[in-house]
């Protein structure tokens, strides 16, 4: 008779309980999916990585630009300075440029880097889509066949971060050589901002 009474105590206790248990367990386990949904959404992967791929994806490259070199200002003689101006524009969606084009010479077997001109400031630069920007080259035009010249016959940069270079010819005359000869007497600027 005890043992009877104390088992429908205890039967009427835990279905009492029971639904009360039941809703809790639920309520928790539904906080606990929206939880795992919203932090994959906002914070977690989704967020995170998209922020990756953009800031990895933002450089400008070569084959997402198109490229005009001149029309240049050719030093007419030996000692003159002349000037090779470079556009691009930017065909794809908005990239960054950060820092300065490097700007290299080739004559036959022999290839050289052009400095920066001293004046030349690394900035960081936004292109939307169908933006240009311009670096230029200048130069100074060395003597035919001289020992202090540089017969170039392409012209070649890269830009900045990336290691593909778009080669172009030269027929701005020879390229003088400053003083033991390893460096062409010439300078590249850095980017400027083509019309508004």
Request: charge should be negative.
């Amino acid at each position: 008779m005890h043992s009877t009474i104390g088992i429908t105590l205890t039967q009427r206790t835990l279905m009492r309980t029971a639904p009360s248990l039941a809703a809790a367990a639920l309520a928790a386990a539904l906080l606990l999916t929206a939880c795992d949904d919203s932090g994959s959404n906002d914070d977690g992967g989704g967020a995170a990585e998209t922020g990756k791929e953009s800031t990895a994806s933002t450089a400008c490259k070569l084959d997402e630009v198109t490229v005009e070199v001149g029309p240049a200002a050719e030093a007419p003689a030996a000692g003159d300075t002349g000037t090779v101006p470079v556009t691009i524009t930017n065909s794809a969606t908005e990239c960054t440029l950060d820092g300065l084009p490097t700007v290299g010479l080739q004559a036959g077997d022999t290839s050289t880097d052009v400095p920066a001109d001293p004046a030349a400031t690394a900035q960081k630069l936004t292109l939307a889509a169908n933006q240009a920007v311009s670096f230029t080259i200048t130069y100074v035009r060395g003597e035919a066949g001289g020992a202090q010249s540089l017969a170039v016959k392409t012209g070649k940069f890269s830009l900045p971060g990336a290691t593909a270079t778009h080669g172009f010819p030269w027929s701005y005359g020879e390229v003088a050589l400053k003083g033991d000869g390893s460096e062409p007497d010439a300078t590249v600027s850095g980017f400027q901002q083509v019309g508004d």
